[in-house]
């Protein structure tokens, strides 16, 4: 018996537009099974579907770098894997000798920062319908709270875009985290920010196994997440060789895809 569905946002269970059709939130509902997000935004990003869905159940934010609960005045933080402090001043000083015209921002806890306003924030904020709080990387550093989740880059620029993700290489960190997200975007996270790691807590913490779980997903960082369940259900718009780790493949995201893997393919889990 299912007993728990974990679902990735962008690409998943968010259109072309990034909204969630009314067909897949009735699905949800209906279904009455405890749902949680597995995403590499922001909690502030992913407040939206959190409130369209009624979740209270964990909410997994930054590739498993946050594992939280909303409540009424804001969120209860269950899990944490920020990035080293030591790491972000080193990626922040790379970032300004070498590659200094790029788009960099970042994420606390509940605040996205950035030191100025640019084609990048602007693009990032047309998905999101966010602004980021403008400071300086000093300022932020000097701060009671200097906990980083992610760091984001987005540049639009092939050939830079690759020479920023090799000089981020050539730190030879192993406490990041580098993952290519889209065409524009090189977000860097904890090396303990992983989608199965958020899975593995609420499963610890609720007594579940792997074969009462089910995973949405499309794309590269959603598998280890598709390792970690019994059910991994595969979007029709995710590549190939995603596809290929699926128990079933749905329709595609902008087709509803999770509604109908809900009605078609979980009445055969639960048989």
């Known amino acids: 018996m299912i007993k728990h569905i ?15 059709s009314a067909t897949n939130a009735q699905a949800i509902y209906r279904l009455n099974t405890p749902f949680t997000l597995v995403s590499a935004r922001a909690p502030m990003e992913m407040d939206f579907a959190m409130d369209r869905l009624q979740l209270k159940d964990p909410q997994i ?5 946050l594992i939280f609960e909303k409540n009424e005045s804001g969120m209860d933080v269950l ?16 970032i300004k000798d070498e590659f200094p015209e790029i788009s960099i921002s970042w994420y606390g806890l509940e605040h996205w920062y950035s030191e100025r306003n640019d084609q990048g924030t602007a693009l990032e904020s047309r998905f999101t319908n966010l602004l980021p709080d403008i400071v300086t990387q000093n300022e932020f550093l000097d701060s009671d709270d ?5 760091i984001m880059m987005i540049i639009f620029d092939e050939e830079e875009l690759q020479a920023v993700g090799k000089a981020i290489l050539d730190l030879n960190s192993d406490l990041i985290s580098i993952q290519r997200s889209g065409t524009y975007y090189i977000e860097v996270t904890s090396n303990k920010a992983v989608k199965s790691t958020g899975i593995q807590f609420i499963m ?5 196994k792997k074969d009462e779980l089910v995973a949405f997903g499309d794309s590269q960082n959603d598998i280890p997440m598709f390792e970690a369940v019994g059910y991994p259900i595969v979007m029709d718009n995710a590549p190939k060789n995603i596809k290929e780790l699926a128990k079933y493949v749905t329709l595609a995201n902008h087709d509803d895809g999770i509604s109908y893997a809900i009605n078609n393919y979980l009445p055969t889990i639960q048989a």
Request: hydrophobic share 35%; net charge negative; no cysteine.
């Open 61 to 65: 934010a930054f590739n498993g770098g």
């Open 6 to 20: 974990f679902s990735d946002m962008d690409g998943t269970l968010l259109d072309k537009v990034g909204g969630i």
């Open 204 to 208: 610890d913490r609720e007594g579940l």
């Open 146 to 150: 200097t906990r980083v989740f992610k």
């Open 79 to 94: 899990s944490e894997n920020p990035i080293d402090n030591g790491t972000v001043e080193t990626i922040f000083k790379l």
